[in-house]
């Protein structure tokens, strides 16, 4: 069955830097678009970056532009967010999501993990 586990969540400085970690199992990961998606505290869920198959498109919120950076490593079935010059804004839980179909375009997300959590404070 499909899986995600995120990992690297923790506390961290204003300014500071983590990185996230998805591991992935179950599912040809290769093939699928994947995703960064928080929930603040009290808030809704937030979009925050996505990457395709190979790695070669990748989008951020702008939110997030030029301090987050989405990767992934398809030999190691591992997505990644560098998560740089972080803001207390960005405390939140952090899902990582598999889209719903293998390939391009996109039709949403299916699959979750059950989120790490990140604190951003003094």
């Known amino acids: 069955q499909v899986q995600l586990v995120e990992s690297g969540g923790g506390l961290v400085q204003p300014g500071g830097s983590l990185r996230l970690s998805c591991s992935a199992s179950g599912f040809t990961f290769s093939n699928y678009w994947m995703y960064w998606v928080r929930q603040a505290p009290g808030k809704g869920l937030e979009w925050v970056s996505g990457?395709?198959?190979?790695?070669?498109?990748?989008y951020a919120a702008d939110s997030v532009k030029g301090r987050f950076t989405i990767s992934r490593d398809n030999a190691k079935n591992t997505l990644y967010l560098q998560m740089n010059s972080l803001k207390p804004e960005d405390t939140a839980l952090y899902y990582c999501a598999r889209a719903v179909y293998p390939g391009g375009g996109y039709y949403g997300m299916n699959y979750w993990g059950k989120g790490t959590l990140v604190t951003v404070s003094s």
């Open positions: 990457i395709s198959i190979v790695g070669g498109t990748t």
